[in-house]
């Protein structure tokens, strides 16, 4: 009888799906861990080889660890004065983090605990915001209120810098295509844009509404820029080879403020509205071009939700809230 029984409950999403339409879940399990270092804004997380699960402290100045078997937390201290924004980890287990008040990247080795120092040509930009690997495990980042875009080779240390020509851009969230194409949101105005990887030269791309402000982005397979719109309470995909838009409302609306976002294997974007209280875990199913699932953040209410990772051999989402909380959302 199990197979009969699995079958039947698969039947509604068959049957949505061949009617051209995305199947709604029903809400997904987040469970919260409590930071023990009470608010330092616990941020930015990503999870490594080992299944650890690696965050800055922006506002505490260190970044630290969460064994997600034990519950176990671990700190480590950085230079004073860094107060990193965002961290990654390589494949060998260093973890990178940005120095968003000191103008430069550190890479802290576990096995000494020392941090090796990756100062900004002439101190500037100072503010590192978001890193992101290429397929060479070299590191592209951004920097909001220096205006401008990074590359770090890191095997040589050099350090490559792009100004974006429009003022105040505001350069925020950034991703790598599957081309090695570094793509980028600028906050301050209605663009996206790409950086040429051996030229640094910086394509812009008009959003359609001028009121439009993207804080983070993401590219599917077929090259397509996905963004939420955080002024406007949208979630819009730009085609770069036409120019052409095209824009969903989000499930809260204008007042939604779309921040945090992330990408799964299935193809759904999963977005934070972090505009309501408690925010909300959305998906999107970009096949089906429809809202599948929509999830109270309701331990915490997560205050804010900055940025959003999805680690694949676990089918997870890891996220840091405002609320001083690691999340954890298993996504089906």
Request: aromatic share 10%.
């Amino acid at each position: 009888m199990r197979p009969l029984f699995l079958a039947l409950l698969a039947l509604p999403t068959i049957l949505a799906e061949a009617a051209g339409q995305a199947a709604t879940q029903a809400p997904i399990a987040i469970t919260e861990g409590t930071v023990p270092w009470e608010k330092t804004r616990p941020r930015d997380p990503y999870v490594d080889a080992q299944g650890k699960v690696w965050f800055v402290g922006q506002s505490g100045n260190y970044i630290a660890n969460l064994d997600p078997v034990s519950g176990k937390f671990a700190r480590f201290e950085i230079e004073e004065g860094t107060h990193p924004h965002n961290l990654i980890v390589d494949k060998a287990g260093k973890v990178w983090f940005a120095g968003n008040r000191n103008a430069r990247i550190g890479a802290h080795d576990r096995a000494t605990g020392k941090s090796t120092i990756y100062p900004m040509p002439d101190g500037s930009p100072r503010d590192p915001h978001t890193l992101i690997f290429d397929s060479k495990s070299d590191i592209w980042f951004t920097a909001q209120n220096g205006n401008a875009v990074g590359h770090l080779d890191t095997k040589t240390g050099k350090v490559r810098i792009a100004n974006v020509a429009t003022k105040d851009a505001r350069p925020y969230g950034i991703v790598v295509d599957k081309k090695d194409r570094p793509w980028f949101v600028e906050f301050g105005t209605n663009k996206v844009a790409s950086i040429d990887p051996a030229t640094l030269a910086i394509t812009e791309y008009a959003l359609a509404n001028e009121r439009t402000r993207a804080r983070r982005l993401e590219v599917t397979a077929d090259g397509m820029i996905w963004y939420g719109d955080y002024t406007r309470g949208m979630l819009g995909r730009l085609n770069p080879a036409t120019g052409a838009v095209k824009e969903w409302p989000m499930p809260s609306g204008a007042a939604s403020l779309p921040y945090a976002m992330a990408l799964d294997d299935r193809n759904r974007m999963w977005l934070v509205e972090s505009g309501v209280q408690p925010n909300r875990l959305v998906a999107f199913d970009t096949k089906f071009e429809a809202w599948t699932s929509v999830t109270p953040i309701a331990e915490s209410g997560a205050r804010t939700v900055r940025h959003m990772v999805f680690h694949a051999p676990t089918r997870t989402l890891w996220f840091g809230t405002d609320a001083n909380t690691i999340a954890r959302a298993r996504v089906p």
